[in-house]
């Protein structure tokens, strides 16, 4: 099947196709909007929540490509932030995508807390120009007291999943995978098609 990834984030990009590939080797075929078409299109992130930011992505999208298309929104919600960033994980700091500064202002903002409890929650849409179908995935854990590790992006070196003493950015994608809220909530949608 042909579908249109709804991001311009690589690094999602590769972890969806990564673990699709993983439960239905090339069942999937994962096309980038460059893919398609040759001029940059973005969609605004204005949804209240993540479904709601995943369904605009996914439709913005079909009407540019007319194709099927798996559009994801994913936030860190932390508990003793009232479950923020969420929504506005990518922009916590006030600058889109500046994963440094949403990282540092968080662990700011955590400096007095003991309740370190977050989770990753994922919401996918797949929209094919009729069928809409939503899932989601969460990965619960809780916020380390500072960055540590390498590897990953966003939120990664201060994320601790659950059950690990690593966070995800000390672990191997392979490991990450397994566990995320990414692998989650595709693997929810990949076995809608088994």
Do not use: W
Request: charged share 25%.
């Amino acid at each position: 099947m042909k579908i249109l990834i709804a991001s311009n984030n690589n690094h999602k990009i590769q972890e969806i196709n990564s673990i699709c590939e993983s439960v239905l080797p090339g069942y999937f075929k994962f096309f980038k909007l460059d893919d398609i078409i040759s001029e940059p299109f973005d969609v605004e992130e204005t949804g209240i929540t993540l479904e709601e930011n995943a369904i605009l992505k996914a439709k913005a999208y079909y009407q540019i490509a007319k194709m099927p298309v798996l559009a994801d929104d994913t936030g860190l919600e932390v508990r003793a932030l009232d479950y923020k960033p969420g929504v506005y994980s990518a922009r916590y700091s006030g600058k889109h995508g500046d994963d440094a500064a949403n990282r540092r202002l968080l662990l700011k903002n955590m400096e007095s807390e003991s309740d370190r409890y977050a989770h990753f929650r994922t919401v996918l849409c797949f929209f094919d120009g009729s069928k809409e179908i939503i899932v989601e995935g969460k990965c619960a854990g809780k916020i380390a007291f500072q960055e540590i590790g390498d590897n990953g992006f966003g939120y990664d070196s201060i994320f601790i999943p659950e059950g690990y003493s690593d966070t995800f950015a000390e672990l191997s994608t392979a490991e990450k995978n397994a566990i995320s809220h990414r692998f989650k909530a595709v693997m929810n949608f990949a076995k809608l098609f088994v």
